[in-house]
């Protein structure tokens, strides 16, 4: 993927280093191991679920709920200052520059819709911050938050990608970055705060579940439609790039995921999609270019 000879986004806040750096995990008799704590929070971003409830839980289990709860807001009480704009070391100038791409791309699109689009902010951390949305540990992968509209992440989550899913490569990691993008859109237009409503209303989990993979399966198809315009504009995609995609896509499908922590699939607590299901959405925003063939609430999945 080309991306160093472009511009990188200014609306970057950069708390790698803040309050004490990296994760850490208290020790005692029953602690988790951080390879664990990796597994189920990449687990738990993939399906949807929070995963600091699945940690949570698993802490709980193992007799240590307490500690975590007490040690973890006394290391988030460090991390109040940040250094803001663009990062100067390589993954932090790779972030900013996808990210830049993606302000210009969806800055065109909604002009030409006759909107003005709000760029969203780029929480780059290491180990644990604070959000709108409440607590962010690295083991929970990237996520968009509405309240604050801004995107969290972890660049070590890109090595786990490769280590842990086999989904490396420069292109990949973009994908991630324009998926949590993407929601940003649904949340401009106003497609989160609808389902978020119609969540509450379902009247099972199964049906709360459904909405929740619409929802992912439209990011995953505007992070498509970002890669067609940034690709007609700058000429990203270099031979291999969109294979790298379309293999992240498939790798965190929630029939593969289920399929390798427990040995079946279980459709009613899809909250994702499946492999097969993300690949084609983005595929669909990757050849379409066009926002309006993302439309996962018109009809069936």
């Known amino acids: 993927m080309r991306w160093e000879d472009y511009r990188s986004s200014d609306n970057v806040e950069d708390r790698r280093g803040q309050g004490g750096g990296g994760f850490q995990m208290p020790g005692g008799r029953g602690g988790l191991g951080i390879?664990?704590?990796?597994?189920?929070?990449?687990?738990?971003?993939?399906?949807?679920?929070?995963?600091?409830?699945?940690?949570?839980?698993?802490?709980?289990i193992n007799g240590?709920?307490?500690?975590?709860?007490?040690?973890?807001?006394?290391?988030?009480?460090?991390?109040?200052?940040?250094?803001?704009?663009a990062p100067k070391d390589q993954l932090g100038r790779f972030a900013a520059a996808v990210l830049a791409q993606t302000e210009d791309v969806w800055t065109e699109i909604f002009r030409a819709d006759g909107k003005a689009?709000?760029?969203?902010?780029?929480?780059?951390?290491?180990?644990?911050?604070r959000s709108a949305c409440g607590?962010?540990?690295?083991?929970?992968?990237?996520?968009?938050?509405?309240?604050?509209?801004?995107v969290y992440l972890d660049l070590s989550f890109f090595q786990e990608m490769k280590?842990?899913?086999?989904?490396?490569?420069?292109?990949?990691?973009?994908y991630v970055i324009a998926h949590e993008v993407?929601?940003?859109?649904?949340?401009?237009?106003?497609?989160?705060?609808?389902?978020?409503?119609?969540?509450a209303r379902a009247g099972s989990r199964a049906e709360a579940n459904a909405l929740s993979v619409r929802v992912e399966l439209m990011a995953d198809c505007l992070a498509g439609v970002w890669a067609y315009h940034a690709n007609a504009r700058y000429r990203i995609l270099e031979e291999g790039d969109v294979e790298e995609a379309l293999n992240a896509a498939s790798a965190?499908?929630?029939?593969?995921?289920?399929?390798?922590?427990?040995?079946?699939?279980?459709?009613?607590?899809?909250?994702?999609?499946?492999s097969?299901?993300?690949?084609?959405?983005?595929?669909?925003?990757?050849k379409s270019g066009s926002m309006q063939q993302c439309n996962t609430f018109n009809g069936p999945i």
Not at 262 to 273: E, K, N, R
Request: hydrophobic share 35%.
């Open 276 to 286: 097969r299901q993300r690949v084609s959405w983005f595929t669909r925003g990757l």
């Open 135 to 150: 607590g962010a540990q690295a083991a929970m992968g990237p996520f968009y938050c509405p309240l604050d509209q801004k």
């Open 252 to 274: 965190i499908g929630d029939d593969k995921l289920q399929k390798r922590s427990q040995g079946y699939a279980v459709p009613d607590s899809f909250t994702h999609g499946t």
């Open 64 to 85: 240590m709920g307490g500690q975590q709860q007490q040690t973890l807001p006394q290391r988030q009480q460090g991390q109040q200052s940040a250094s803001q704009g």
């Open 35 to 60: 390879g664990t704590i990796i597994i189920v929070g990449l687990i738990g971003w993939a399906l949807g679920i929070n995963p600091a409830v699945l940690i949570g839980g698993l802490e709980a």
């Open 117 to 129: 689009y709000q760029d969203p902010k780029l929480v780059l951390f290491s180990g644990a911050t």
């Open 182 to 199: 993407g929601h940003h859109v649904e949340n401009l237009v106003g497609i989160l705060p609808k389902v978020q409503q119609a969540q």
């Open 163 to 174: 280590s842990r899913f086999n989904a490396p490569g420069d292109f990949a990691a973009a």
